[in-house]
């Protein structure tokens, strides 16, 4: 190849962009680029150069029918705390009691809202923000160039007391449920005793006493089977206000890249997304 200053260049053509540039691997095994403007002439041989390393993969564009590897993604919210993160991979720990190791995602910062910067469609995302719920991890949908992540943005510190509410109330009902069942079964097992009954005809039995004591031990199951059933009836409605502080504070994500997408609306606090990447909600 020679350009109009003069300059001659022998080696094997890498990327060649008519009306731009072409870039060339020398004998020297460097890499040259030569804008399109500064070549008088080219001569094509079949030949490699002899001291040539094989040639790198070609960096030609991708034709208009590729799907692009990037989208912009612009963020929509009433909360402008939401961030993009994206998973950067798995951080592996070590299981000392049985020399096994297990990894979990590891996430890293990838867009402050309102973004409006390209995101790799390889990579899995979720919404994170101060004091916001972590969203589940989704896909950027393939198709568009151009997409919008319309979040609805839950407290953190709500969804934290639901959990509490939800872990106290059940263990509170399950705890007073099992005492129940065993006071019942208790209490089922034992007879009022009967003033008629032979062992009651000796003189040293004392049918009174025995009696007496009958009352009483039923008298203590009737208050604990009643203190059990206030507790069941508080801690069943504390598990349920944890349940819908749960549900009312999860972040939701769907997508709107300008051409529809599916948003299957079950009910005015939250959406569910179908889209090429599968369901999410």
């Known amino acids: ?142 198709g568009s160039t151009d997409i919008r992540l319309k979040i609805r943005a839950g407290n953190n510190e709500r969804r934290r007391a639901g959990i509490a509410l939800v872990a106290v109330g059940a263990s509170l009902t399950g705890f007073c449920g099992i005492f129940l069942a065993a006071f019942g079964a208790i209490s089922a097992n034992w007879h009022e005793p009967n003033k008629n009954d032979p062992i009651y005809q000796r003189p040293y039995d004392s049918y009174q006493s025995d009696l007496q004591r009958y009352q ?7 208050s604990l089977n009643i203190t059990g059933g206030i507790l069941v009836g508080v801690n069943v409605p504390l598990m349920i206000g944890g349940i819908v502080l749960l549900t009312r504070n999860r972040t939701k994500v769907y997508v709107d ?13 939250g959406n569910f997304l179908l889209s090429s990447q599968g369901f999410h909600f």
């Open 216 to 222: 009483d031990s039923m008298t203590f199951l009737r």
């Open 1 to 142: 190849m020679t350009l109009k200053d003069g300059s001659l260049f022998r080696g094997f053509p890498l990327e060649v962009v008519p009306g731009d540039h072409l870039t060339l691997l020398l004998a020297t095994s460097a890499i040259v680029r030569i804008a399109w403007a500064d070549i008088a002439s080219q001569t094509v041989t079949s030949a490699l150069p002899a001291n040539a390393n094989k040639p790198a993969p070609s960096l030609a564009r991708p034709s208009a029918e590729s799907p692009p590897a990037s989208v912009r993604v612009t963020l929509e919210s009433d909360n402008h705390a939401v961030t993009l993160y994206r998973q950067a991979g798995l951080v592996t720990q070590q299981n000392s009691l049985w020399s096994e190791t297990g990894g979990s995602p590891s996430w890293e910062l990838s867009c402050d809202y309102p973004c409006g910067r390209p995101q790799s469609l390889d990579d899995r995302y979720r919404i994170e923000g101060v004091d916001i719920s972590p969203s589940k991890e989704f896909n950027l949908p393939v």
């Open 257 to 269: 890249p300008g051409t529809r997408i599916a948003v299957l609306r079950l009910s005015d606090k």
